[in-house]
């Protein structure tokens, strides 16, 4: 039930998501436009007893948008997703390896703000994640 659910949910975002970049493009706005989409929370790889996932850390996102060089995955998937991993804290539950700020350090430079005092008030957390943060020019075209 879940993965057919799933799939419907998806196939209707995918229209959502072409309805709206073709409305862009026909107004001239797609290259002015970055739409990033984000998991609220992570799930676990593991099943529960009702064959679903539970919530764990971390989660999917993505970023289109007319200026987005696409075809690009950032951050890094784990090496190792076993039970014995060093990210595997149980349970299919693992430690995210990219914060949110990572990819939105590049979505913040896109829309203008270059200089670090700017980037730290609108990221506050960005410089205590521990993780790499993603430039606008890693992300998006010149």
């Known amino acids: 039930m879940v993965k057919s659910e799933l799939s419907l949910h998806f196939g209707e975002l995918n229209q959502a998501l072409t309805y709206f970049k073709n409305?862009?493009?026909a107004q001239g706005?797609?290259?002015?436009?970055?739409?990033?989409i984000t998991s609220d929370f992570g799930r676990t790889l593991t099943a529960n007893s009702g064959e679903g996932s539970d919530h764990?850390?971390?989660?999917n996102y993505f970023v289109m948008g007319?200026?987005?060089k696409g075809g690009q995955i950032h951050g890094q998937y784990p090496e190792d997703i076993t039970e014995a991993g060093p990210v595997n804290i149980g349970r299919g539950r693992l430690i995210p390896?990219?914060?949110?700020?990572?990819?939105?350090?590049?979505?913040?430079?896109w829309m203008g703000v270059e200089d670090a005092a700017g980037l730290d008030y609108c990221l506050p957390n960005r410089a205590n994640t521990?993780?790499?943060?993603?430039?606008?020019?890693?992300?998006f075209e010149n």
Do not use: R
């Open 23 to 25: 409305e862009m493009y």
């Open 29 to 36: 706005h797609w290259d002015d436009v970055s739409l990033v």
């Open 56 to 59: 764990a850390w971390g989660g």
């Open 66 to 68: 007319g200026s987005v």
């Open 97 to 109: 390896t990219t914060s949110w700020e990572s990819i939105l350090n590049s979505v913040v430079e």
């Open 130 to 139: 521990g993780t790499k943060l993603f430039t606008k020019a890693e992300v």
